[in-house]
C-alpha cells in the first residue's frame, strides 16, 4: 500500500551529543581556539537541521501518546539526541537557535509546520499511518542529510550529520519493518528506489546513532 497521494504531496512542501566534543578535540581544537567560519549555506543547513530533528521528535512523541507502540518512544528518544547534537553545533557556531522557546509542535520555519500538520493529521488516522508517518520522516531526513553533508567541507558539521544520518537509515529500517509485519509497503518518496532497497536490505547499523 502506498502513502496516500494528498500526504505525498503535503510533504513535499520542503524541497548523546553524538562526538562533536571529540571531533574538535581531534582537530586540535579547545575552548580557547579560534572557529572555523561557516558559510550561509553551512549556518542555514544547521538552523534548518535542528528544527527538522525536532519534527520528527515532536511527531514521534505525540504518535507514541496516541497509539502507545514503543517504536514511536524509543525513536523519539534518539530524536532528542540528534538535536542535541546540532545544537551542540549552534553553541559552537553562535548560530540563532529556532528550537529554544517552541513548544511540542510549534515551528518558526513555516514549512515545516505546513509539514507538521500533515504529517500529524495522516499519523492520528491509524496506526499503520503513523508507522508510514515515521517512514516518509526518515526517508526526509535521508535526503536532506545527504544534501547537507555535500555542501560542507567543514569536519565539526560532517562528523555530526554522518551521525545523523547514521540514525535515520536505522530508524527507516525500524518502521519499514514494523509496516512490512502488517502487511503494508512503504515507497521511497525523496530518496531513490535503489538507495532505499540498499538501506532495508543491510544490517542495523551499530555505533553512535
Known sequence: MK????????????????????AFAGNGRSGGDSTRTLDNTEAASIVFMREEEKLARDVYQLLYTQWGRPIFNNIAASEQQHMDAVGT?????????????????????????????ALMSHGQTSLNAALQVGAAIED?????????????????????????LKGSRNHLRSFVSQL??????????????????????????????
Open 180 to 209: 512490512t509485519a502488517a502487511g503494508v509497503s512503504y515507497t521511497p518518496q525523496y530518496i531513490t528506489q535503489a538507495e532505499f532497497d540498499a538501506i532495508i536490505n543491510s544490517p542495523k547499523e551499530t555505533g553512535r546513532v
Open 3 to 22: 502513502t496516500p497521494t494528498y500526504f505525498s504531496k503535503a510533504i513535499l512542501v520542503l524541497g548523546g551529543a553524538l562526538m562533536v566534543t571529540a
Open 140 to 164: 526526509l531526513d535521508i535526503k536532506d542529510l545527504n544534501e547537507r553533508i555535500a555542501q560542507t567541507d567543514n569536519p565539526d558539521v560532517k562528523l555530526v550529520y554522518m551521525n545523523l
Open 89 to 117: 553545533l549552534i553553541t559552537r557556531y553562535k548560530l540563532p537557535d529556532p528550537a529554544s522557546h517552541t513548544g511540542t509542535g510549534v515551528f518558526v520555519d513555516p514549512e515545516l509546520q505546513t509539514l507538521f500538520n
